[in-house]
């Protein structure tokens, strides 16, 4: 039989709380916690409760003066700008050590998991993708993934591919194997030069041995479900296939959904749908390690419990209700965050910023030269 998807999960990690009015809001985690048990999505799964990183866990990436910074973080008056630490977007907080190996934990437990046997998993506290060697950055403390993947590639040589839909572009991640042809990173983004962290142009495509193996789709804002079932279609596809990736790990923040507050992407739930069931059948058919799904940005609070649990829906390949129970749209209310009434979107999405025939103008621009940038390297034509 095959083993069950492992789901980190315990309300221990809503204590990476960077601060009250910060945007990033961990009663997120808990509402989708509480949304997929409620659907009965958690019957189908194997719950963990993460354990925490060790310190040499976290050093399998980052550097020791770094930690020892994270560590001094034990006030929320300290601020060490050459760490990142104590800027508007990562303040600090008294846990900040804690919080951030509980959340490496989450994904290396994970990761350990599926090393095991089990063929996939979905940690929706993981996917802090910002995080540098040496600096806290956009949200993010320490970066579970590069740790993660660091682990898998010491226990067994084998080939990961990262895909990240995060509006915001992969930089930690890609930076972390920018040299390496071990992981190939795909990420799709809003572009840099509208969006944090100003980076993740087509023309990063690796260095030395991993040129290549980083691979970027900007969007102008107003990109949407076209381009992103574009993007899949195009790049990640044939990609995935001629890479034959062992693991797939992907980076599933929801940020760049229309109702998100903080970017000017216009994705649906029928993009994103399209693009896990495709990724399941692909990892399924190639990934002898599995699948590794993270969760990332997403602030708008009640939205990113939605998505998550028709993502785990979709990842466990189990049907959902169309429509959000009554009582769990009441509590987000209680909480002051308004829930969509149905699972998935049911409007069209007014086009805003960009028109539809100006980004799909840009993004055809960027898909051609990206493919001469890559496909040589893939033997892609
Ligand atoms: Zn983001």
Redesign the pocket.
């Known amino acids: 039989m095959k083993a069950k998807l492992v789901y980190p999960y315990s309300d221990s990690l809503l204590n990476y709380h960077f601060a009250d009015n910060h945007p990033l809001k961990q009663e997120r985690l808990r509402l989708t916690y509480v949304l997929s048990k409620e659907l009965g999505l958690l019957d189908k799964v194997r719950e963990i409760v993460p354990s925490s990183a060790t310190r040499e866990d976290i050093e399998m990436f980052h550097t020791p003066d770094y930690v020892d910074a994270v560590i001094a973080s034990h006030d929320d008056s300290y601020i060490n700008a050459r760490y990142g630490i104590g800027t508007a977007d990562n303040p600090s907080f008294p846990e900040m050590y804690d919080a951030g190996a509980r959340y490496v934990g989450a994904t290396l437990d994970a990761m350990k998991e599926i090393i095991k046997g089990a063929s996939n998993a979905f940690v929706i506290s993981g996917g802090l993708h910002h995080a540098q060697r040496s600096e806290a950055s956009g949200f993010c403390i320490f970066n579970d993934i590069v740790v993660s993947i660091l682990h898998l590639l010491k226990k067994k040589p084998c080939r990961v591919l990262y895909f990240d839909f ?3 572009h992969a930089d930690g991640v890609q930076n972390a194997f920018y040299r390496s042809k071990d992981v190939l990173t795909i990420s799709v983004h809003q572009t840099g030069k509208t969006l944090f962290p100003g980076t993740g142009f087509v023309y990063e495509t690796g260095a030395g041995e991993g040129v290549g193996y980083s691979v970027n789709i900007p969007l102008l804002p107003g990109g949407g479900t076209p381009e992103l079932t574009r993007v899949l279609d195009e790049i990640v596809v044939p990609l995935f296939e001629s890479y034959r990736p062992n693991l797939l790990v992907t980076q599933l ?1 929801v ?1 760049g959904h229309y109702l998100d507050p903080l970017a000017h992407l216009t994705y649906t739930t029928k993009g994103y749908e399209t693009v896990l069931r495709r990724l399941r059948i692909l990892s399924s058919s190639i990934c002898d390690i599995g699948w590794l799904a993270t969760g ?2 997403g602030y708008n609070v009640a939205n990113v419990a939605r998505l998550w649990t028709l993502f785990l829906s979709i990842i466990l390949d189990e049907k959902v209700p169309g429509k959000i129970p009554q009582d769990f749209v009441d509590k987000c209310k209680e909480l002051n965050y308004e829930c969509p009434a149905a699972i998935r979107d049911q409007d069209e999405v007014v086009q805003m910023y960009f028109t539809r025939e100006e980004v799909s103008l840009d993004l055809e621009r960027t898909l051609r030269r990206l493919k001469e940038l890559i496909f040589p390297y893939h033997g892609l034509a």
């Open positions: 995060d509006a915001h923040g940020d990332g940005g």
